[in-house]
């Protein structure tokens, strides 16, 4: 059963007399289901991050197999199992450090990016291109791919629900609970923007060779481009 019953309790709070039962166990076990699949997906893009720092790394055009890739995505999914298991106590400490990690590698992309593409003695890309340019590299619509688009960011600003999961044992929760969705939601926006952006202005414009990166990740390909110069 669902422990961290924020929302479902909400739910069965403001939803109409008929529909209490049915909506809240709706909402409990689809958010369950979502958490499940959301530890999967970030596991999996971590561990495609983790092979391609060390395809970069060893600089001699390995890749990694399917295999590989599998291992090292299921060795983080029991990682992060044992350690939600064991470290209920320090979770608090981890948490806020994790704050901290995440402020300072914002921090250290948007410096890093653009003085390493200055560096290399190339041009910050235009904010035509920042703002305006659409590169369909899909299947779908154009105008569906732009609302795909869109899943990215949610990623972020979605964080508010932690604080609701949360707020059953939360202090002084009237309070504390909506600074914190406030506080997640909006930091997320402002700083996943900063981020966004400085990526846009420093990626290689043509957008294919980002995503058919040799390393196996788009985003290593964004960091290699731009700061090559800056490693070697």
Same mark, same amino acid.
């Given at each position: 059963?669902?422990?961290?019953?924020?929302?479902?309790?909400?739910?069965?709070?403001?939803?109409?007399?008929?529909?209490?039962?049915?909506?809240?166990?709706?909402?409990?076990?689809?958010?369950?289901?979502?958490?499940? @699949?959301? $530890?999967?997906? #970030?596991?999996?893009? =971590?561990? &495609?991050?983790?092979?391609?720092?060390? !395809?970069? *790394?060893?600089?001699?055009?390995?890749?990694?197999?399917? @295999?590989? $890739?599998?291992? #090292?995505?299921?060795? =983080?999914? &029991?990682?992060?199992?044992?350690?939600? !298991?064991? *470290?209920?106590?320090?979770?608090?400490?981890?948490?806020?450090?994790? $704050?901290?990690?995440?402020?300072?590698?914002?921090?250290?992309?948007?410096?890093?990016?653009?003085?390493?593409?200055?560096?290399?003695?190339?041009?910050?890309?235009?904010?035509?291109?920042?703002?305006?340019?659409?590169?369909?590299?899909?299947?779908?619509?154009?105008?569906?791919?732009?609302?795909?688009?869109?899943?990215?960011?949610?990623?972020?600003?979605?964080?508010?629900?932690?604080?609701?999961?949360?707020?059953?044992?939360?202090?002084?929760?009237?309070?504390?609970?909506?600074?914190?969705?406030?506080?997640?939601?909006?930091?997320?926006?402002?700083?996943?923007?900063?981020?966004?952006?400085?990526?846009?202005?420093?990626?290689?414009?043509?957008?294919?060779?980002?995503?058919?990166?040799?390393?196996?990740?788009?985003?290593?390909?964004?960091?290699?481009?731009?700061?090559?110069?800056?490693?070697?």
């Amino acid at each position: 059963m669902p422990t961290a019953g924020g929302l479902y309790w909400w739910t069965h709070y403001f939803a109409g007399e008929k529909y209490k039962n049915p909506l809240s166990f709706l909402i409990g076990y689809s958010n369950t289901l979502g958490l499940i @699949g959301g $530890i999967c997906s #970030v596991d999996y893009t =971590l561990a &495609l991050m983790i092979i391609s720092c060390v !395809a970069i *790394s060893r600089d001699d055009g390995w890749t990694a197999s399917r @295999g590989v $890739i599998y291992a #090292v995505y299921v060795g =983080l999914i &029991l990682l992060h199992a044992i350690s939600a !298991a064991l *470290s209920g106590r320090i979770m608090p400490k981890i948490q806020t450090a994790c $704050i901290y990690i995440n402020i300072f590698l914002v921090i250290a992309t948007v410096i890093a990016l653009p003085v390493g593409k200055v560096t290399r003695g190339e041009e910050l890309n235009s904010g035509n291109f920042v703002f305006r340019h659409l590169d369909n590299q899909t299947e779908w619509p154009s105008g569906w791919a732009f609302m795909l688009a869109w899943l990215a960011p949610i990623w972020s600003i979605g964080s508010f629900d932690s604080c609701v999961h949360m707020s059953e044992e939360a202090l002084h929760a009237a309070k504390a609970v909506p600074l914190g969705i406030i506080w997640s939601a909006g930091s997320a926006c402002v700083l996943g923007f900063l981020t966004l952006t400085v990526m846009a202005a420093t990626m290689d414009p043509n957008v294919s060779n980002t995503i058919n990166s040799k390393f196996g990740q788009p985003m290593a390909q964004v960091f290699f481009f731009s700061t090559y110069c800056l490693l070697s």
